[in-house]
């Protein structure tokens, strides 16, 4: 009786666990970083790179490093940077109002630079602890060729 007690008490515990563990779950992805510049501002001088300038927003970006060796041009890294006002969620779906770019780097490559997002949904949620719900699903128009570049992703990421 004591040995059946105790079986269900550890497996209670370890469901208990499981569901806790399910719920604070972080990407933990070495390509995929996140960095929030507070204070800041996109400058519009360059549109081949980011410059970030002093400001009343937020320069969110997600970057998600390509494959590959660097030193012999392999990989393309995609960064999703969206400006936003300092707050704490935020759902973005009209363009026209809203500042963000499909950044292209790490390659020799046609859209490097950046190129502006024209479509899709962005939302951002900060939770506790520097981490970020994102869900975001974007299209933004090619600076060289004026091709459709998509980026997609959900999760969890710390600053």
């Known amino acids: ?51 970030l300038e002093s400001g009343d927003y937020a320069v969110v970006r997600l970057k998600f490093v390509g494959p590959g060796d660097k030193r012999i041009d392999a990989g393309m890294d995609r960064t999703l940077i969206i400006k936003m006002p300092e707050t704490d969620e935020l759902t973005i779906t009209d363009w026209n109002t809203s500042e963000g770019y499909i950044e292209i780097s790490g390659c020799r490559c046609l859209n490097r630079g950046l190129n502006p997002i024209e479509s899709g949904t962005v939302k951002l949620k900060k939770l506790k602890n520097n981490i970020w719900q994102i869900e975001a699903n974007v299209t933004a128009k090619g600076r060289d060729n004026g091709n459709e570049l998509n980026l997609e992703w959900q999760g969890k990421v710390q600053e």
């Open 1 to 51: 009786m004591k040995i059946k007690s105790l079986s269900c008490v550890a497996l209670v515990l370890m469901l208990i666990n499981i569901s806790c563990a399910q719920k604070t779950v972080v990407q933990t992805d070495p390509n995929i970083s996140l960095k929030v510049d507070r204070n800041s501002d996109i400058s519009s001088s360059d549109q081949k790179g980011l410059l």
